[in-house]
């Protein structure tokens, strides 16, 4: 399959880069430019070996800027960088005539989102997030029979990620909250977008806990009652995760598991897919979450408030 369509990508180095350069390939596309400030980026070589890449953004943006004049340049632009950088390099992409497909979090705060669509209006390009659960099967089954309840039937959801990471995390940007936006923005606002997208909006917004590696509360949606907890430490793991696991996912609705741990690996080239033929996230499909995280970042505790996530009584914090 080839689409003709080419690409440029910032932040090749990372972390979540590898997705996105599959999936720009198994979509039939061509990456023609990469840049990031470290070069630990052989991957590249079993996907797009040819691409240019720069370790300076001055060199990438006169790169781009230069194919764009000899009437070569980019359709896409793929913004796998830290979080708090999205938002100036989506616009980077947009003034040099580009789209973006952008990692999430899209931006930090809400009110980045209004100078992103000033900047689309301007110049007629558009920013698309990944919301890749949007697109998992389970999660659109789980819809379709949510849609298919009785009219006023409200679920009772409890929520739980935990993802172990070493102490390299609190070192990394990751751990300073002005540019990650803090747990439940970063390893999170994923699973916000899904509870939208499932259950409409948010209603009640409560933080029963927030720490440098755990955050907890509950949610209100106009058909749930969401108790969640999301943390990084590893002595979080319930009980019954087996030996060796590192990461415990779930999901219960009235009392019901929802599988959906397998099926992540290909979403990033079905959120591609939908892009190219014109379905793609735009920057009205992020708001909603982005404002939930916002909240939670900054939201006076409120522990005696809504109802607990059950684990939250043995939970070990920093």
Known sequence: ??????????????????????????????????????????????????????????????HIHGLRQMRAGVDYVAICSPNYLHKAHSAFALRAGTDAICEKPLVLHAADLDTLAEIEAETGKRVYSILQLRLHPAIIALREKIRAAPAGKVFDVDLSYITSRGAWYHASWKGFEHKSGGIATNIGVHFYDMLHF??????????????TDTAAGYLEFERARVRWMLSINRANLPPQTPAGQTTYRSITVDGEEIEFSGGFTDLHTLSYRHVLEGNGFGLSDVRPAIGMVEHIRHVPLQPDQGAAHPALAGLVAA
């Not at 990508?9 to 400030?37: F, M, N, Q």
């Not at 499932?198 to 720490?211: K, M, P, Q, Y």
Request: hydrophobic fraction near 40%; avoid cysteine; charge should be negative.
């Open 198 to 211: 499932l259950f409409g909006a948010n209603t009640e917004n409560l933080v029963h806990h927030r720490s």
């Open 1 to 62: 399959m080839t689409n003709q369509t080419r690409y440029a990508l910032i932040g090749a180095a990372g972390y979540i880069a590898p997705r996105h350069l599959k999936a720009i390939r198994e979509t039939g596309g061509t990456l023609v430019s990469a840049y990031d400030i470290n070069d630990s980026v052989g991957i590249m070589d079993s996907h797009f070996p040819d691409a240019a890449f720069h370790t300076e953004f001055e060199q990438f943006e006169s």
